[in-house]
């Protein structure tokens, strides 16, 4: 083999190995999205369902990863890939991962699905409880929640959805919906980009004023409190501002 044909693979394996590096979380997370995909494309033909949806939300994109419009209910899906044991209630604003000891605080994904059911609520102008908001943890997490919401595995989804049997929304209204969410989907890649790095922004912001004791949400300090569910860490303000984050 000659030596610029060498030179040329080594180069493209380096460039591979360095992609899935640095991409395998991303990588990893877009495959257990299209194992919800699969879950939720397999349930019978009246329900109707949307993966990856990004909506105008007042200036604002969302990006909602799994939505199901149904008889029963709208079912608003929100994905996570996280591994290691997941510790969170309803009021927190952050939750944690806690990997061999290392914690890595994320924002509270029943709080960041609301966002979605409220921007969701808007567009069709129903009331709240014809919304059924779900969070799903991939596989390599271990649920240690104390939460009310609806926060479960992929394996109990289809499960869940169809215990849903009351019928809430008419036939007629349901197909109106799917049209409503097919035309205000924004699918192209500019308000992808976009919408991505003001997320990064966002959670770089909101860690950096943890790790340096101050609130990310009033900017009063942060201290270390206990209460009925153990220790936590919240904001010297309260109860102008009830900004916790498990301990």
Sequence with gaps: MQPILITIMAVAILAITLYLKFNQAKIKGKRGERKVASIIHSLPNDYYSFNDVYLDSNGTSVQIDHIVISQFGIFVIETKNYTGMIFGTDQSEQWIKNMYGNKYYFQNPLKQNYLHVKALQNLFGLTIDKFIPIVVFL???????????????????????????????????????????????????????????????????????????????????????????????????????????QK
């Design 139 to 245: 596989k390599g997490a271990k649920l240690k929640c104390d939460t009310h919401g609806i926060v479960i595995y992929p394996t109990q989804l289809k499960r869940v959805i169809g215990s849903y049997t009351e019928q809430i929304i008419d036939t007629d209204e349901v197909e109106n919906l799917v049209y409503l969410l097919q035309s205000a989907n924004i699918n192209n890649r500019e308000t992808q980009k976009a919408h991505i790095t003001n997320v990064r922004q966002k959670l770089n912001q909101t860690r950096n004023s943890i790790n340096n004791g101050i609130c990310p949400k009033c900017g009063g300090k942060l201290t270390k409190r206990h209460g009925r569910y153990g220790r936590f860490i919240g904001c010297s303000n309260y109860p102008q501002c009830n900004f916790t984050i």
